[in-house]
């Protein structure tokens, strides 16, 4: 069920949104006469979406925009307006409204696109909180096992590391300027000494014997920007395109000091 909320100084609008909106199995329709209205709405109870006209008196429909997104940075903004001008358009594109419908003599059928719009917006924004809450939870299930991500591009010759590395490495990406390493930078500024050339010529000739659905594995100290020694486990694995051609190298690299 999608909560919205419909905003507009016209009564009649209003009752008409709301007769032509609301479906029992799928959108549920509350109203408010003004954007400050709506604004005290919003504290008292979470929609899904917004609908609001633009040419209000007090706060116009750009100005809730502004302070509905405020309270609900993300929340699918919808203008739903007989103006028509240009500007009003670029106006609103610039503010980051979602979607734009203008009203028309056909009620019903703007009434069919706003219902549209609204569950479309509704539906990016379930998407997108489901794929930031998995990158979340995945975020924190390879923070618990301490198993950072890489990958190196056979084109550029070039590894790419990710937050969790460099917090392995003792280091950050601001510190170290980028994520992107040579070979022999990276083995020279963090690989133990004592494991560089084991390490290059892994690197070096290990890939050609990755199997197309397993990896490689190897154990090699590194030494953090503190100077701490951590032993490190490191699997290596390819992506290949359809002719079996290797386009790059992924990897995991875990700290398996002490165990």
């Excluded at 993300?74 to 979607?99: H, K, Q, S, W, Y």
């Excluded at 939870?137 to 010759?157: C, E, N, P, S």
């Excluded at 022999?184 to 690197?203: G, T």
Aim: with cysteine; hydrophobic share 40%; glycine share 6%.
């Amino acid at each position: 069920m999608i909560s919205a909320l419909c905003v507009d100084d016209d009564a009649l609008s209003l009752d008409l949104a709301k007769e032509f909106l609301e479906d029992p199995d799928e959108l549920q329709v509350d109203t408010a006469t003004s954007a400050k209205e709506a604004l005290r709405m919003m504290s008292e109870k979470r929609y899904d979406a917004i609908i609001s006209d633009y040419g209000m008196p007090a706060i116009d429909g750009l100005a809730f925009l502004r302070l509905a997104r405020q309270k609900s940075p993300d929340i699918p903004f919808i203008l739903f307006t007989g103006r028509g001008r240009e500007e009003v358009v670029i106006d609103a594109c610039n503010a980051g409204v979602t979607f734009y419908v203008r009203k028309g003599a056909d009620v019903k059928a703007q009434f069919y696109e706003l219902s549209h719009k609204v569950k479309q917006a509704v539906a990016r924004r379930r998407a997108e909180d489901l794929v930031r809450t998995a990158k979340q939870q995945d975020l924190m299930a390879l923070d618990l096992a301490r198993i950072a991500r890489w990958d190196y591009d056979v084109f550029t010759g070039l590894y790419r590391f990710d937050d969790l590395l460099y917090g392995l490495l003792g280091t950050d990406a601001e510190r170290e300027c980028g994520y992107l390493w040579a070979q022999d930078d990276y083995v020279r500024e963090f690989v133990h000494p004592d494991d560089a050339q084991k390490v290059s010529e892994f690197m070096a000739y290990g890939p050609g014997n990755i199997p197309l659905d397993g990896y490689l594995q190897m154990k090699h100290r590194v030494v953090r920007r503190n100077g701490e020694t951590r032993e490190m486990l490191v699997r290596v694995g390819k992506a290949v395109d359809s002719d079996g051609n290797v386009l790059k190298l992924v990897g995991i690299s875990m700290d398996i000091t002490g165990e």
